[in-house]
């Protein structure tokens, strides 16, 4: 167990549909990582956020947004869903915003677009 | 933009032999490497990492990996294959501190009795 937290486990949703992700890190950590895994397009990195600002951007699409909150919770947001979408979503959190930091990553939100 | 490759998305060896996942990378600055598996329904653990200091860098587990700049190489070895590293193992590149992470596509290591 990483200490990372992500709910829902699975979600079922329709094209057209918008889904709200979450994360809660580690105790301690101040900084979230969002991750896509699909058979399409593999692994991917999304977004990092920092005690509370965005610090790094990676392939996010402009329907996706995410967030992090004071209690350093995050949110990930997807909209206008398609099919593509489905995929595993990951969350990961470590202690500071740097590349020495461990990055410990949660069990993932399977998401299904129908 | 950097990129990763990963040559054999699926190696298979036996339990004891010799471990060799390979991982290229392409970029245009010295860039920052890191190796991570991932088991069945998990998420990521983080194996190594190269953040420009020894070029030979020790992980969990028994791994290692070198980098090697003139081959743009950083490969991940272990001398003897367990049951329990068999896994998706994934080579990533980043070039700096609040820049994007570009993964590879994976290699899925079998281990055979």
């Known amino acids: 167990d990483s200490g990372v937290t992500q709910t829902p486990k699975h979600l079922i949703t329709a094209t057209g549909q918008r889904v709200t992700l979450r994360c809660s890190p580690r105790s301690g950590d101040l900084s979230v990582y969002w991750y896509q895994q699909s058979l399409d397009q593999g692994l991917q990195f999304l977004i990092q956020y920092y005690n509370g600002e965005e610090r790094a951007k990676g392939n996010i699409l402009e329907r996706f947004s995410a967030q992090q909150f004071p209690d350093l919770h995050s949110e990930l947001n997807l909209s206008s869903l398609e099919l593509g979408d489905s995929a595993l979503y990951f969350c990961?959190?470590?202690?500071?915003?740097?590349?020495?930091?461990?990055?410990?990553f949660g069990p993932g939100t399977r998401l299904t677009v129908t | 933009a950097q990129s990763v490759t990963q040559l054999g998305s699926h190696v298979s060896v036996s339990e004891g032999a010799l471990v060799l996942l390979r991982c290229n990378y392409s970029s245009s600055v010295p860039p920052y490497l890191f190796w991570y598996v991932q088991y069945p329904n998990q998420g990521l653990q983080l194996l190594l990492k190269?953040?420009?200091?020894?070029?030979l860098v020790k992980g969990i587990n028994g791994f290692e990996a070198e980098f090697k700049k003139s081959e743009t190489s950083f490969h991940l070895t272990k001398p003897s294959a367990h049951m329990s590293d068999a896994a998706e193992y994934f080579c990533a590149v980043t070039l700096n501190y609040g820049q994007n992470f570009v993964f590879g596509p994976g290699t899925r290591l079998s281990v055979l009795p």
């Open positions: 190269y953040t420009s200091a020894a070029t």
């Open positions: 990961a959190s470590s202690v500071g915003g740097g590349l020495n930091y461990e990055q410990y």
